[in-house]
């Protein structure tokens, strides 16, 4: 963890550091001091990070929010000085949590590293697109076309599969998730079980159609 912290030191005396080996980063104004981050808008000293959004010397977290000084986390919102955590908020020298509850380190890794296999984090600018328009090369992306994504819009391509996967865990819960993400899942379950009763009510329908036609 000593890393983050050097940077962060650095990141007071050049406010406007340029970055170090990461890609789709704003820089800058934006992202400052940062070194092998990925996905990230208005990030200052952070250290091998994902999709994360006005964080300040934080190390390996992926999709946090105005966080300081966190490590190895997923998820999180407005924490400090928090380690090995999952979609939490308000977390003050803290560890293990899932959505906000105690957990262990095993079980930390358990969901992480499940979590990890869908390959997603909430990209915060729109240079992947970007570097797809331009052959796949980071070095052809137009600085001038790359643009920071709003919070709840850089998570609406979560994969269905993961929010299945975190709504089926016992710790998950659903007010958090929408507060971190903006995604409601209650609405989701909602609109899908409306759509399951009316894909029901028209199997009936052709059924009682088939039989009709079948009685003529």
Same mark, same amino acid.
């Given at each position: 963890?000593?890393?983050?912290?050097? =940077?962060?030191?650095?990141?007071?005396?050049?406010?406007?550091?340029?970055?170090?080996?990461?890609?789709?980063?704003?820089?800058?104004? !934006? !992202?400052?001091?940062?070194?092998? !981050?990925?996905? @990230?808008?208005? @990030?200052?000293?952070?250290?091998?990070?994902?999709? !994360?959004?006005?964080?300040?010397?934080?190390?390996? @977290?992926?999709?946090?929010?105005?966080?300081?000084? @966190?490590?190895?986390? =997923?998820?999180?919102?407005?924490?400090?000085?928090?380690?090995?955590?999952?979609?939490?908020?308000?977390?003050?020298?803290?560890? =293990? *949590?899932?959505?906000?509850?105690?957990? $262990?380190?095993?079980?930390?890794?358990?969901?992480?590293?499940?979590?990890?296999?869908?390959?997603?984090?909430?990209?915060? $600018?729109?240079? =992947?697109?970007?570097?797809?328009?331009?052959?796949?090369?980071?070095?052809?992306?137009?600085?001038?076309?790359?643009?920071?994504?709003?919070?709840?819009?850089?998570?609406?391509?979560?994969?269905?599969?993961?929010?299945?996967?975190?709504?089926?865990?016992?710790?998950?819960?659903?007010?958090?998730?929408?507060?971190?993400?903006?995604?409601?899942?209650?609405?989701?379950?909602?609109?899908?079980?409306?759509?399951?009763?009316?894909?029901?009510?028209?199997?009936?329908?052709?059924?009682?159609? *088939?039989?009709?036609?079948?009685?003529?």
């Amino acid at each position: 963890m000593i890393a983050p912290f050097s =940077f962060l030191f650095f990141s007071f005396i050049y406010p406007y550091m340029s970055n170090s080996n990461c890609d789709n980063t704003e820089s800058s104004d !934006c !992202c400052s001091c940062c070194y092998n !981050c990925h996905g @990230c808008h208005a @990030c200052h000293a952070c250290y091998s990070s994902h999709g !994360c959004y006005a964080c300040y010397s934080s190390n390996g @977290c992926r999709g946090c929010k105005i966080c300081y000084g @966190c490590y190895y986390s =997923f998820g999180l919102k407005n924490c400090e000085a928090t380690y090995k955590s999952i979609f939490s908020i308000g977390l003050s020298g803290d560890k =293990f *949590k899932v959505f906000g509850r105690e957990s $262990t380190e095993l079980r930390f890794h358990e969901i992480f590293d499940k979590i990890q296999s869908f390959g997603f984090y909430p990209k915060q $600018t729109n240079a =992947f697109e970007l570097y797809k328009e331009n052959g796949n090369k980071w070095s052809e992306i137009p600085v001038s076309k790359l643009t920071y994504k709003e919070w709840d819009d850089s998570w609406k391509d979560c994969p269905k599969g993961l929010i299945t996967y975190l709504s089926s865990l016992p710790e998950f819960d659903s007010a958090i998730f929408k507060e971190i993400t903006g995604i409601d899942f209650q609405e989701d379950s909602e609109a899908k079980k409306k759509a399951q009763e009316l894909e029901d009510e028209a199997t009936k329908l052709l059924a009682k159609a *088939k039989d009709l036609r079948a009685s003529l």
